[in-house]
């Protein structure tokens, strides 16, 4: 089959102007908590994107925001998924030409989304005698994510999903199948994310445009997904955890009542005794059942939601797993089940992440008898 193009350059601007708290996290390390969101100056680009004596310029993404020191700035972004040369160059020409329009300072970004592992431009130099002047831009490789794919698909980042799927369609842009295979897996994982339906169906779409697919296997996806990834799935799902998390409050009451009773009988026999047997008994068994009871239901209730979301996860990602190998390999035998049921987290992500390229089974789980 021939190679299928990708949609990279409309979903990533979207993403960008739709998630942007989470690019800033993923990608900067930065948190954007009490900010309001930055405002567009798209339509602005094009009073300062001519020029007669140096031509059209492009920019992907240009928004208006306050930096650190609380004085307003432009973000320049740009989104570039092949090598191009004379790329550091023309960062450097935006920056400048966007300068003398707004009289801004610009923070310029660039997002390297290409297939090579080495490609990396972030600086321009001119020097003509002793003047120097050198540009120094961010850069965000797209292809250092490569060894975090079991994490980034554990996170409720969208960015983390969309760095999954653009690495995932480099690797199989000449291999349709494999893009369908890996396509249907990354959909049906997005049910374990904790968003709303609004958000999951407008990440779903965007996923499903940049893993663009011949017509023919891009229906097939669609009857698959409507079977396994439909309301009812997605409702199971959020039964399964809200389920697992209710488990954990019960138990996190049950012991936290358990703790606080015991701890506060003790602190208040112990004051008690100190103060006189009946007076000081009826007060300090008060004051320290009080306490106790405080101290012990929070501590309780913590370690009982920690464990019923950790016991929500695995259920999700058990269930994950399922599907994506009966969309590859059929009905799955009762050893298999088994198997992914007694699987711990960490091994149902990585057997979730080898149905990617498995052949068949056997080749994820070994031999099961």
Partial sequence: MNSTN???DSVWKQAIERY?????????????????APESQDQELHRCSRDGKLGLFRVDKLLRTLGSDGLPCLWHIEIQVARQRGFAERMYVCQYRLYDHFHLPVRSIAILGDPSP????????LTAGKTHTKFEFEVVKLRDFEGRIAELLLSDNVFAWLVSAHLCTLHTRREPMDRFNVKASLLTGLNTCDWSQEKFLNVYDLIDRMMSLPEALQVELEKQQNLLAGRHQMAWVMLIEQRAEQRGLERGMAQGLEQGIAKGMEKGMEKGMEKGMEKGMEKGMEKGLEKGLEKGLEKG???GLEKGRDEGRTAAMRNMLESQLALRFGPLDESTRLRIAEGALPELEKWTLAVIEAKGI???FGSLT
Avoid at 118 to 125: A, E, Q
């Fill in 6 to 8: 990708a949609d990279f």
């Fill in 20 to 36: 942007w708290t989470d690019f800033v996290e993923l990608f900067l390390c930065e948190r954007w908590d009490g900010l309001g």
């Fill in 118 to 125: 080495t490609w990396r431009h972030d600086h321009f130099d």
């Fill in 301 to 303: 209730l913590e370690k």
């Fill in 362 to 364: 056997n080749e994820i």
